[in-house]
C-alpha cells in the first residue's frame, strides 16, 4: 500500500498561473482533505470531502477549489496564484469515526 | 478561533535522554493525535488518543489524554538520533468529525 500519495512534490508557479495538485489515497477512506503548512503554523485546513461527490470549505478556502474525482483521488486547484499561497500542501484522508488523518509527503509550493 | 499551545518549540537533548512535551488549550478536545514530521515529509501517526486520563504506548512513546480535556503530553524515553523531527499534537473539537486543530509543533535535535 502507498498510503496517500501527492503530484507533483514541488512547483514554482509565477502570480496568476494556475495549477493543480493531485492527491491519491489507496486505503478505501471516504474522507480526504487538503491542508498548508506555514512556518510557525499549525496546519490549517483548505478543503473537505466527507465523501465521493461532496466538498465543504475549511478554515483557509480563499484562492482555491477542489475537486473529488472519485473516492480514491481528491485534487486541488489554484486558478490564479498568488505569493501568499507559498507553503507546503498536504492531503489527507480518514476513515469515519475515529477521523484518524493520514497524510500524504506533501507538495512545496512557490508562487514568484 | 481555537488555538493549542504546544511547547517547548524546540529542545536539544542528549542521545538516551527522555523528552517530554505537551499541548495545552482553553477548549476541550474529544480526541488526542499526535503525529511526527521528518524534513521534506508529510506528518506520520504516531498515537491516537480517544478518553480523559487514557495512557497509550507506541514503543519508546507514551501519550496521555489530560484528565481535564485541555491537554495532552508526549514522553520519548531513551532518544536516539532518529528521534529527530517535529512532533505536533492535534486536537479534536467536535466529536465525530473531522474538525482538528493543529499545534505549532516540538522540534527535537538529538545530540549523539
Known amino acids: 500500500n502507498a498510503g496517500v500519495t501527492q503530484t507533483p512534490k514541488f512547483q514554482v508557479l509565477k502570480t496568476g498561473q494556475s495549477m493543480t495538485l493531485q492527491c491519491a489515497q489507496d486505503m478505501n477512506h471516504n474522507s480526504m482533505y487538503w491542508y498548508r503548512q506555514d512556518p510557525g503554523m499549525g496546519l490549517r485546513l483548505i478543503y473537505y470531502s466527507a465523501s465521493e461527490g461532496t466538498t465543504d470549505k475549511g478554515e483557509v478556502p480563499n484562492g482555491y477549489n477542489v475537486s473529488r474525482l472519485n473516492k480514491r483521488e481528491f485534487s486541488l486547484r489554484l486558478e490564479s496564484a498568488a505569493p501568499s499561497q507559498t507553503s507546503v500542501y498536504f492531503c489527507?484522508?480518514?476513515?469515519?469515526?475515529?477521523?484518524?488523518?493520514?497524510f500524504g509527503p506533501g507538495t512545496r509550493l512557490t508562487v514568484t | 478561533g481555537q488555538q493549542l499551545n504546544q511547547s517547548p518549540q524546540s529542545m536539544f537533548i542528549q542521545e538516551g535522554e527522555d523528552v517530554s512535551m505537551n499541548c495545552t488549550s482553553s477548549?476541550?478536545?474529544?480526541?488526542w493525535l499526535w503525529y511526527k514530521q521528518e524534513p521534506g515529509e508529510g506528518p506520520v501517526l504516531l498515537i491516537a488518543l480517544y478518553k480523559a486520563g487514557e495512557l497509550t504506548s507506541n514503543g519508546r512513546l507514551t501519550a496521555q489524554f489530560g484528565i481535564t480535556r485541555k491537554d495532552s503530553f508526549l514522553n520519548i524515553s531513551a532518544s536516539i538520533p532518529s528521534d529527530v523531527g517535529i512532533y505536533f499534537c492535534a486536537g479534536q473539537l467536535i466529536s465525530g468529525t473531522y474538525k482538528y486543530i493543529f499545534g505549532t509543533g516540538t522540534r527535537l535535535k538529538v545530540l549523539a
Open positions: 477548549s476541550i478536545f474529544n480526541t
Open positions: 489527507a484522508s480518514s476513515e469515519a469515526h475515529p477521523y484518524e488523518q493520514y
